[in-house]
């Protein structure tokens, strides 16, 4: 049992890999220094051996000691400080029928510390709960028309579901550390939706509302574009897990893309990047939410889907047959329905339209796509791979997956709760010690 609240603080910016960050740090070294700057080169250090278990799964004490060049005494107070804050923690190695005594492996521990991941969507709300190993201890979607019953309405179905993940996480004896919370619109620097053009709102103060709702003052809360955060939370346990650079295109009734560029996420100088969905694909395509004409979304987005597939009159033409849209277009696609196949071919060439120009620009490892494009991705492989083929300048160097998310739908709040789990890794001494019994 945790016997003390762990506190975090949790900023806007500077959100990213541990990884890469430890990737790119240099081993600090014990000199003769003053009190202050010897803490800080404690606190670089337990985080270089964090990300070194983080960065290779279980290991000896022995290994660390080899891989980081600490000797084995600074190793050692190290591991006990980081199982004192409930970072690590050291368990016996699976032995396979060997006699003797297993090694002593130091882990990840999930044991100890959690942190929250929200999501408001235009017709849902999603709530997910992520120890520090990277499990979900708890996820759940609330679906409702969102966008039009507004923001109040919103964080209240919310914060429901976060009081359940957070009386959860108590009872099994986790502490959570923060909240990540990731809406499709423009968050400025201070942490307000600026606007968002999908749900319909503007100029709205949603990490206060969640905060006055949820009535946890010591939880910091951060807040993100989802896209954003779906990049962050396919790179901690997903798809992109590996990729430095990278782009999560994220389809929903808002289509949007996070970018990960040398390991960190790429929000813009105002933190109003990532716009993949408005993008323009055609000078006299419809009007867009945005009030430009010719967007991306126009063309890719859900309604757009589901109006160019005929879906909904299908379904009313066929009751009894599925109930959700895309089950119902699925299906229709695995018969072979030469209606919807070639619209989603048209959808598959009109998001590589997208695809291509975010290739030629950042020449990324990969373009992972999640959300409902995710699930129609087989179908528009062929448009897609023809346009890249035809257009990408570096094609006859390098080939450009294009990959399916695993997270289809859970991403943004596995981002949410990664973009706080990841700030512990990168600072442990920033959480109190817990007290363990
Ligand atoms: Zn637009």
Same mark, same amino acid.
């Given at each position: 049992?945790?016997?003390?609240?762990?506190?975090?603080?949790?900023?806007?910016?500077?959100?990213?890999?541990?990884?890469?960050?430890?990737?790119?740090?240099?081993?600090?070294?014990?000199?003769?220094?003053?009190?202050?700057?010897?803490?800080?080169?404690?606190?670089?250090?337990?985080?270089?051996?964090?990300?070194?278990?983080?960065?290779?799964?279980?290991?000896?004490?022995?290994?660390?000691?080899?891989?980081?060049?600490?000797?084995?005494?600074?190793? $050692?107070? *190290?591991?006990?400080?980081?199982? =004192?804050? #409930? %970072?690590?923690? +050291?368990?016996?190695?699976?032995?396979? !029928? @060997?006699?003797?005594?297993?090694?002593?492996?130091?882990?990840?521990?999930?044991?100890?510390?959690?942190?929250?991941?929200?999501?408001?969507?235009?017709?849902?709300?999603?709530?997910?709960?992520?120890?520090?190993?990277?499990?979900?201890?708890?996820?759940?979607?609330?679906?409702?028309?969102?966008?039009?019953?507004?923001?109040?309405?919103?964080?209240?179905?919310?914060?429901?579901?976060?009081?359940?993940?957070?009386?959860?996480?108590?009872?099994?004896?986790?502490?959570?550390?923060?909240?990540?919370?990731?809406?499709?619109?423009?968050?400025?620097?201070?942490?307000?939706?600026?606007?968002?053009?999908?749900?319909?709102?503007?100029?709205?103060?949603?990490?206060?509302?969640?905060? $006055?709702? *949820?009535?946890?003052?010591?939880? =910091?809360? #951060? %807040?993100?574009? +989802?896209?954003?955060?779906?990049?962050? !939370? @396919?790179?901690?346990?997903?798809?992109?897990?590996?990729?430095?650079?990278?782009?999560?295109?994220?389809?929903?009734?808002?289509?949007?893309?996070?970018?990960?560029?040398?390991?960190?996420?790429?929000?813009?100088?105002?933190?109003?990047?990532?716009?993949?969905?408005?993008?323009?694909?055609?000078?006299?395509?419809?009007?867009?939410?945005?009030?430009?004409?010719?967007?991306?979304?126009?063309?890719?987005?859900?309604?757009?889907?589901?109006?160019?597939?005929?879906?909904?009159?299908?379904?009313?033409?066929?009751?009894?047959?599925?109930?959700?849209?895309?089950?119902?277009?699925?299906?229709?696609?695995?018969?072979?329905?030469?209606?919807?196949?070639?619209?989603?071919?048209?959808?598959?060439?009109?998001?590589?339209?997208?695809?291509?120009?975010?290739?030629?620009?950042?020449?990324?490892?990969?373009?992972?796509?999640?959300?409902?494009?995710?699930?129609?991705?087989?179908?528009?492989?062929?448009?897609?791979?023809?346009?890249?083929?035809?257009?990408?300048?570096?094609?006859?160097?390098?080939?450009?997956?294009?990959?399916?998310?695993?997270?289809?739908?859970?991403?943004?709040?596995?981002?949410?709760?990664?973009?706080?789990?990841?700030?512990?890794?990168?600072?442990?001494?920033?959480?109190?010690?817990?007290?363990?019994?």
């Amino acid at each position: 049992m945790v016997g003390k609240e762990a506190t975090l603080r949790l900023e806007r910016g500077a959100v990213g890999s541990n990884s890469a960050g430890n990737r790119s740090a240099t081993l600090a070294t014990n000199r003769r220094t003053s009190p202050a700057s010897q803490e800080s080169v404690r606190h670089h250090n337990l985080a270089l051996v964090a990300g070194h278990v983080v960065d290779n799964g279980p290991c000896s004490r022995a290994q660390i000691v080899r891989d980081t060049g600490f000797n084995k005494s600074t190793v $050692s107070t *190290l591991v006990g400080d980081l199982c =004192a804050l #409930g %970072i690590l923690a +050291e368990s016996p190695a699976p032995t396979r !029928g @060997s006699i003797g005594r297993p090694p002593t492996l130091v882990r990840v521990s999930g044991d100890h510390v959690a942190a929250l991941g929200l999501e408001i969507g235009v017709d849902y709300v999603k709530v997910a709960a992520l120890d520090l190993a990277g499990d979900v201890r708890f996820g759940e979607t609330v679906e409702n028309d969102y966008a039009a019953l507004g923001p109040e309405a919103a964080t209240a179905a919310l914060v429901e579901l976060a009081d359940r993940a957070l009386a959860l996480l108590s009872t099994e004896g986790l502490v959570a550390v923060g909240v990540g919370l990731g809406v499709a619109g423009l968050i400025d620097a201070t942490g307000q939706l600026r606007v968002s053009y999908d749900l319909g709102w503007s100029d709205v103060d949603l990490v206060g509302m969640v905060r $006055s709702d *949820l009535g946890r003052p010591e939880l =910091a809360i #951060g %807040i993100y574009n +989802e896209a954003d955060l779906a990049a962050v !939370g @396919s790179r901690w346990t997903g798809v992109g897990r590996g990729f430095d650079n990278f782009v999560y295109v994220y389809g929903g009734a808002a289509v949007g893309a996070g970018v990960i560029l040398d390991g960190q996420l790429f929000e813009g100088s105002h933190g109003f990047g990532g716009q993949f969905g408005h993008l323009l694909i055609d000078p006299d395509g419809p009007r867009c939410g945005c009030g430009a004409r010719g967007c991306l979304v126009a063309f890719v987005g859900k309604d757009a889907v589901r109006d160019v597939t005929g879906i909904d009159s299908w379904m009313a033409q066929n009751p009894g047959t599925a109930r959700i849209w895309l089950d119902a277009l699925m299906e229709r696609l695995r018969v072979g329905d030469p209606g919807p196949t070639d619209a989603i071919a048209r959808v598959g060439a009109s998001l590589a339209v997208g695809i291509d120009a975010l290739v030629n620009l950042l020449d990324p490892e990969a373009i992972i796509v999640g959300g409902f494009l995710a699930e129609l991705l087989p179908w528009m492989n062929d448009a897609i791979t023809d346009h890249l083929n035809a257009r990408v300048i570096g094609r006859r160097k390098v080939h450009y997956p294009v990959l399916a998310s695993t997270q289809i739908y859970d991403a943004a709040v596995r981002g949410g709760a990664a973009v706080v789990l990841t700030r512990v890794l990168a600072d442990p001494a920033s959480i109190t010690p817990l007290t363990l019994n």
